[in-house]
């Protein structure tokens, strides 16, 4: 299994910036996809962009396209996701997610992720 440990999130004004990193350890010979899922207050958690082992299959959710780059560096097993435009209704708690399918993550089966254990993005308007 892997590990997963979330950094970069914080407050931000409207219009801004933040880059979300994830760094995996565990398993991480292993071939996985990863992805970056949000929760806002009352809501259910949705996945934001998923990421194959190589780079090769990206996907992103309509709402964050053209803002939100998602990236992985092999190397440091480590996960970004590049968040601009920020708006505040990007409010919420984003977990960072591993498919060891590296596959269904893709097609919305998520009942063998393993998740990190969050960090709170702000968006003030």
């Known amino acids: 299994q892997v590990q997963l440990v979330e950094s970069g999130g914080g407050l931000v004004q409207a219009g801004g910036s933040l880059r979300l990193s994830c760094a995996a350890s565990?398993?991480?010979?292993?071939?996985?996809?990863l992805g970056w899922f949000r929760q806002a207050p009352g809501k259910d958690r949705e996945i934001v962009a998923a990421?194959?082992?190589?780079?090769?299959?990206?996907y992103y959710t309509d709402s964050v396209k053209g803002r939100f780059t998602i990236s992985r560096d092999n190397i440091v097993n480590t996960v970004y996701l590049q968040m601009n435009s920020l708006k505040p209704e990007d409010t919420a708690v984003y977990y960072c997610?591993?498919?060891?399918?590296?596959?269904?993550?893709?097609?919305?089966?998520?009942?063998?992720?393993?998740w990190g254990q969050g960090t709170q993005v702000t968006v003030s308007s």
């Open positions: 997610a591993a498919d060891p399918s590296n596959a269904r993550i893709f097609y919305g089966d998520y009942n063998r992720i393993s």
């Open positions: 565990g398993r991480t010979s292993d071939t996985y996809a």
């Open positions: 990421i194959s082992w190589g780079g090769s299959r990206i």
